[in-house]
């Protein structure tokens, strides 16, 4: 495994221990749950970044990436589970 892959798995595995709970099906932004596993395939980034970052806190990555936030976020809200 590279660099990337072993950080992207700490940084899974932090984000469940401070949730205390098993996140590895979901997204955290800005301390909520979403269930994006449906949403994958029609992402307009494409689903790789998606597939990289579940069960991680992306709040950063969603804020800095989506220039329609209102957009984004209305999106987002759909997946909402928690």
Known sequence: KGNTAIWLEEKKARDAQLWGCDTSNYWIV?????????????????????????GQDVTDFFIIHH????????????????
């Not at 992402?43 to 970044?49: C, I, L, N, Q, Y």
């Not at 220039?67 to 928690?82: I, S």
């Open 30 to 54: 800005e301390n909520k749950l979403y269930d994006l596993n449906k949403f994958m395939d029609i992402h307009p980034g494409g689903k790789t970044w998606l597939s990289m970052t579940r």
């Open 67 to 82: 220039l329609n936030e209102t957009k984004a976020r209305a999106t987002l809200n759909k997946y909402y589970v928690g």
